[in-house]
């Protein structure tokens, strides 16, 4: 589990080119998963060992300035609350603004480590420059140039040694996080498993601040429930944005070993909930799609379980071995199946097929099935096995690797798939040189 760093500044400050620079390393080694629509405020990177994920609060904000003033206290309160570490932007062209003076006001207040970093300095006049950007009261800052690159590093080796060590003490129960936009019914639905008289254990704090486990047992079963802040916290903030309910997801998503990815039947399986959808596949967690207030769905007739679990397929495509649900956290109608189905996930996410029947079962098939030949050249698989990570990935090796493209991956997955029960988790297929 990574922290989480914040990227706040003004507009035009630099912050996107900043962002990407991060995570263009990564780009590739996340996106095993193909077909994967990238959000493009959010992504993963890492240095010098240590990884974490990057958000750019700056993507979110559309519109003029004086729309943006608003905004930007919200994202500054934002990033205090859920971050980590913050990296205030600011840009040595224009020196520093009113907008900068109220931003660091905030951060002044803040127990969080603050990275003031001064964009744009790529030569020795403006190395003079940045000198004023003192005057924030944020102390040291570090000068650098998004754009070419330079004195990146340096910022980066001052961030890892204040980011804290997230790798503390895990029990070894499953953790389950609620996800899903405002408003979709996750707090019902938590009351709905808690009970009123709360089955609660103990209450551990999670490994942030922020995120509080709920010990639970009931039904027979005991797990985590990974409680981000948005849901005890009435948030100091509209709730309908749609920056913070990604924020939040972050943050929950990260900490879990399985998502329950709740949404209001009403309101449709839309843009924002296949945006956390994705993010939870991108960091190989298990996932349940939960269709909530199923109960309130008018007109039963034209929408059938069946047609409406065809149109979420469609959209989740090509991972469609995914469980979905109907269930009313109002009625708890399915809440012990919700459970029961999650607990069934976290089994599947740390299955481990073992090498000899992995042979048996897919070396034939490829056989039958080999992969298209390239520039006259045949790929020959000889042996594929499961890599010791704690989810599923599987690796081919073959002679000549780089040829064999995507869609004769995805054959491989389902053929996995069709013969060893890995519903709700994603699965990464590597090829690999004999």
């Known amino acids: 589990m990574g922290a989480i760093v914040a990227i706040i500044g003004r507009p035009n400050v630099g912050k996107s080119t900043f962002f990407n620079r991060l995570i263009q390393r990564r780009e590739a080694i996340v996106d095993a998963t193909s077909g994967v629509t990238r959000d493009r405020h959010y992504g993963k990177s890492d240095w010098n060992g240590k990884e974490f994920s990057v958000i750019d609060t700056g993507g979110y904000v559309l519109g003029s300035d004086d729309i943006f003033e608003k905004e930007i206290d919200k994202q500054v309160e934002l990033a205090i609350d859920e971050a980590d570490a913050i990296i205030f932007m600011v840009d040595v062209e224009t020196g520093v603004t009113g907008m900068d003076e109220d931003v660091a006001k905030l951060l002044r207040r803040v127990d969080k480590p603050v990275l003031l970093a001064v964009n744009k300095v790529d030569n020795a006049m403006r190395e003079q420059d940045a000198v004023e950007f003192y005057n924030l009261g944020l102390g040291d800052y570090h000068t650098l140039s998004s754009i070419n690159g330079s004195g990146t590093g340096d910022l980066l080796d001052a961030l890892v040694q204040v980011l804290p060590d997230t790798e503390q003490e895990q029990d070894d129960l499953p953790r389950f996080a609620v996800v899903g936009r405002p408003n979709a019914g996750k707090s019902s639905f938590i009351n709905a498993l808690i009970g009123e008289e709360r089955y609660i254990v103990t209450d551990v704090a999670g490994t942030t601040r922020d995120s509080i486990d709920t010990k639970y047992n009931r039904f027979g079963f005991e797990f985590n429930l990974v409680d981000t802040a948005g849901i005890r916290r009435k948030a100091k903030?509209?709730?309908?944005?749609?920056?913070?309910?990604?924020?939040?997801?972050?943050?929950?998503?990260?900490?879990?070993?399985?998502?329950?990815?709740?949404?209001?039947?009403?309101?449709?399986?839309?843009?924002?909930?296949?945006?956390?959808?994705?993010?939870?596949?991108?960091?190989?967690?298990?996932?349940?799609?939960?269709?909530?207030?199923?109960?309130?769905?008018?007109?039963?007739?034209?929408?059938?379980?069946?047609?409406?679990?065809?149109?979420?397929?469609?959209?989740?495509?090509?991972?469609?071995?995914?469980?979905?649900?109907?269930?009313?956290?109002?009625?708890?109608?399915?809440?012990?199946?919700?459970?029961?189905?999650?607990?069934?996930?976290?089994?599947?996410?740390?299955?481990?097929?073992?090498?000899?029947k992995l042979n048996d079962v897919m070396l034939p098939l490829i056989e039958q099935y080999p992969p298209p030949a390239n520039k006259g050249k045949h790929v020959k698989i000889k042996f594929c096995t499961q890599l010791p990570t704690p989810y599923p990935q599987f690796a081919f090796f073959c002679n000549l690797p780089q040829y064999v493209k995507d869609p004769y991956k995805r054959y491989l997955e389902n053929k996995i798939r069709e013969h060893f029960d890995f519903s709700g988790v994603p699965i990464s297929v590597f090829m690999r040189k004999k």
């Open 237 to 356: 903030v509209r709730e309908d944005l749609e920056f913070y309910s990604v924020m939040r997801s972050v943050r929950a998503i990260e900490h879990s070993d399985v998502c329950l990815l709740l949404f209001d039947a009403t309101r449709g399986f839309d843009g924002q909930v296949e945006n956390i959808f994705w993010l939870a596949a991108r960091n190989n967690k298990g996932i349940v799609i939960l269709v909530n207030k199923w109960d309130l769905v008018e007109d039963k007739e034209t929408n059938t379980i069946k047609e409406y679990t065809q149109r979420i397929k469609k959209v989740i495509e090509p991972f469609v071995d995914v469980p979905i649900l109907f269930i009313s956290a109002l009625t708890k109608q399915r809440i012990f199946k919700a459970i029961e189905t999650a607990v069934q996930v976290y089994e599947n996410r740390s299955r481990k097929v073992v090498t000899r």
